[in-house]
């Protein structure tokens, strides 16, 4: 209700940890975004990321793949401070 507590949010990763991807490999991996338009025009949204996903990410993901159990579940008690 009104006045109730938030939670307080971790601190993103810092520019120097991510790993921007080129227009050029966007383009080769099919990004719609890179895309849709000739190479003289800049495709600005944010919908489609321009940034390769974390490797904590990356390697959260494959660990869940990995048990091949796919499902809703609770968000850990880590994730909701």
Same mark, same amino acid.
């Given at each position: 209700? #009104?006045?109730? #507590? *938030?939670? %307080?949010?971790?601190?993103?990763? !810092?520019? #120097?940890?991510?790993? &921007?991807? /080129?227009?050029?490999? *966007?383009? %080769?991996?099919? /990004? *719609?975004? &890179? !895309?849709?338009?000739?190479? +003289?025009?800049?495709?600005? &949204?944010? @919908?489609?990321?321009?940034? =390769?996903?974390?490797? =904590?990410? *990356?390697?959260?993901? #494959?660990? @869940? =793949? @990995? @048990?091949?159990?796919?499902?809703?579940? +609770?968000? /850990?008690?880590?994730?909701?401070?």
């Amino acid at each position: 209700g #009104a006045g109730a #507590a *938030r939670p %307080r949010r971790r601190a993103v990763a !810092t520019r #120097a940890l991510v790993e &921007w991807l /080129s227009p050029e490999r *966007r383009r %080769r991996d099919g /990004s *719609r975004k &890179w !895309t849709r338009f000739p190479e +003289d025009v800049l495709p600005v &949204w944010v @919908a489609d990321g321009d940034a =390769a996903a974390p490797p =904590a990410v *990356r390697d959260a993901v #494959a660990v @869940a =793949a @990995a @048990a091949g159990i796919y499902g809703y579940a +609770d968000p /850990s008690p880590d994730l909701l401070e």
